[in-house]
């Protein structure tokens, strides 16, 4: 009798949600870790965004020191504001009459390249240079996302893409019109986020997918794959997913603006007592069990 060795291949997934999206993400993490439920050991990490820093955070072993950092005051973001109702504004009046999702996100790009460079470097580039350094790449596979904002392809980067991690990081968390595109490669490069809010697609050969999503996504999107439509597929397939949606709770202590440092703490908070809601139910996905 043969018994099927092969080893169930697992991934998290992070997405984007501004500065309170990585402070409720950081809460959900460390909860689940200190459960002792071993995401930070996923096969495949992959980060959008927000979910950019926690992924490197997961990945350098810092969820801890990355809570932490929620609860005390802030020097170290560099300023930024955004609304919601204006920012789908003018994504809207940027896609009408676009033919694809690429030539869509080329027109984001367009508005992303408006916003200027205020000194020697974008901004975002200095602070994650400044919270990461010049650490190599971690060993474990993390996928950071960005979108080319020229073309709008998708250019998800890794230990093999040549590029220092804090860029990478960088360019993923540099959202069209609040911020300056990132050069990667010579290319100005934007927001992963542009492309989907998960980029969850990325883990679809991976057996166990474990999702964190900020906020609700539209079931379709002129830019690219979404949330809804990579569950259902996987979903279809026999593939084993979990989504973990900040609930609303999580987006009242979010706020109206994503990007407010006022808000890190209760949106930390939030992320705790999420994850205490849902901890059995993902310590029994994760260990594979029917959930």
């Known amino acids: 009798m043969s018994t099927n060795t092969t080893p169930t291949r697992t991934a998290l997934v992070l997405g984007g949600g501004g500065i309170?999206?990585?402070?409720w993400e950081l809460g959900v993490l460390s909860r689940l870790i200190e459960?002792?439920?071993?995401v930070g050991d996923a096969?495949?990490?992959?980060?959008?965004?927000?979910?950019?820093?926690?992924?490197?955070?997961?990945r350098l072993g810092r969820v801890d020191e990355g809570l932490r950092e929620q609860f005390e005051a802030v020097t170290e973001l560099p300023s930024g504001s955004i609304d919601p109702?204006?920012?789908?504004?003018?994504?809207?009046?940027a896609l009408?009459?676009?033919?694809?999702q690429q030539e869509a996100r080329s027109r984001v790009g367009a508005l992303a390249r408006r916003t200027p460079v205020a000194g020697e470097e974008p901004?975002?580039?200095t602070t994650m240079r400044g919270r990461f350094g010049d650490v190599a790449w971690p060993?474990?596979?993390l996928t950071v996302c960005t979108v080319d904002a020229t073309d709008g392809s998708f250019r998800p980067l890794n230990a093999a893409s040549g590029v220092d991690?804090?860029?990478?990081?960088?360019?993923?968390?540099?959202?069209?019109?609040?911020?300056?595109?990132?050069e990667i490669h010579g290319r100005p490069t934007m927001d992963g986020g542009v492309r989907s809010g998960t980029n969850a697609d990325l883990a679809d050969d991976h057996d166990r997918v474990l999702v964190l999503s900020c906020g609700p996504e539209l079931d379709v999107s002129p830019l690219g794959p979404t949330l809804p439509q990579v569950v259902a597929a996987r979903r279809a397939a026999g593939r084993e997913v979990l989504v973990i949606q900040a609930d609303a709770e999580a987006l009242e202590a979010f706020g109206s603006d994503v990007l407010a440092t006022t808000t890190r703490r209760p949106a930390a908070e939030a992320g705790r007592r999420q994850a205490d809601a849902v901890l059995d139910r993902v310590r029994a996905f994760w260990s594979g069990v029917a959930v």
């Open 123 to 125: 901004d975002l580039v």
């Open 35 to 38: 459960a002792g439920v071993p």
């Open 85 to 93: 109702e204006a920012f789908q504004q003018a994504l809207g009046q």
């Open 43 to 58: 096969d495949l990490v992959v980060g959008t965004s927000a979910g950019s820093v926690v992924g490197t955070m997961v």
């Open 165 to 182: 991690l804090y860029r990478a990081v960088a360019a993923s968390c540099s959202v069209p019109v609040v911020w300056p595109t990132v």
């Open 20 to 23: 309170t999206g990585i402070a």
């Open 139 to 141: 060993e474990a596979d």
């Open 96 to 100: 009408v009459g676009a033919t694809g």
